[in-house]
């Protein structure tokens, strides 16, 4: 959650927070004492791959790359490529065509039970 603020006095901004700091033993008691009747803990498993993209076409499928065991499928899979278009153009207009193909090969290869939660894209 991020908090905005006109005020840029950090005293006033102390003053008139209306939530509490990280850091508050008493809420951490009150939150340690609440955790069994709004938590539950499972074990998750999580595939995590990169993949250096090098500015290059994905091919159609990339099941040599993401070939999983049926029988025990990965609760998350995350997925990091780098290198999506290394041309100078891309940068300046900001293109996600590159992007956009290796996003659609890789729904094309993944299991269909799997859904994006969230797309990410970071550059120079």
Partial sequence: MTFYSASTNPVALTAQRPWTTLNDPAVDDLLQDCQER????????????????????????????????????????????????????????????REEQWLRALKRSLPKIYHVVRQLLNSI
Wanted: charged share 15%.
């Fill in 38 to 97: 709004f938590c539950t803990f499972e074990n998750a498993s999580i595939f995590i791959s990169t993949f250096n993209v090098n500015g290059k076409s994905p091919p159609e499928y990339t099941n040599d790359w993401l070939n999983f065991n049926t029988e025990r499928m990965p609760d998350f899979i995350v997925i990091g490529l780098q290198e999506m278009d290394l041309a100078l153009g891309t940068y300046v207009i900001e293109s996600t065509i």
